[in-house]
């Protein structure tokens, strides 16, 4: 009976949560419905997250640069008001599919109030103009958690490397020719995308978190690391 209760416990504030906390719906549809378009169904972040890597792109893209930037899959906005650190004179877009989360980066937007940050829902980068921004962060978004469990040998159940691919093609439509796409923690590589080929890496970071990796067949790549993290796009 004791052991039943923990069980019961969790039982319980899930039903809680589910009955008053929309962003745990929010976050729980994801996981449960798995709309086209999901990779990532959490939302952990945390402000600065990458220093490293953001501080690196601003030493190539320039501090005071009036660009424009795109995070993918922002989550709560800590990313995205990161990157304002960064770069002050930026123009700013979070999107996110989690419609939860953008009311959230909305609010956080209102008591900013800095005009060159916006904030939308969305799935894709498909709605966003060609050839239009200097960066692209998609950071710990082309993944599952899940994948990482004992024992999975293929990635499809879950997240199909055809949908990654996808992905980065539009990436590649929506940065100007010369424009950094920074990609971190995603179960697929850049290279093994047929958009891969309009790339190359300028930044290599090993991590300690073990990403594991899946080919194009959507099978797990036994023992392989990717620390390739900033990627330019080559010039037509």
Known sequence: MNRKRPLLVRLVNA?????TDH??????????????GIFQPSNSTRPNRYPKIF????????????????SFGCS????????RRYFPRAAIKGIDINSANIAICRK????????RISFAAAASTADEPEDFYDAIFCMAVLRHGQLALPGTNRCDHLLRFE???????DFSRCLKPGGLLVIRHSNFRLH?????VEFETLLRLQSAEKTPLFGPDNRRLEGERYPDSVFRKLPA
Do not use: C, M, Y
């Open 15 to 19: 039903l809680r949560l589910v009955a």
């Open 23 to 36: 962003h745990f719906r929010n976050v729980l549809w994801l996981r449960l419905v798995r709309p086209k």
């Open 55 to 70: 501080g690196f792109v601003q030493s190539q893209l320039g501090a005071d640069s009036e660009i424009r930037i795109l």
């Open 76 to 83: 709560t906005g800590e990313e995205v008001f990161s990157l």
């Open 108 to 115: 956080r937007l209102r008591d900013a109030n800095d005009p």
């Open 163 to 169: 949908d990654f691919a996808a992905a980065v093609k």
């Open 192 to 196: 093994d995308a047929p958009a891969g």
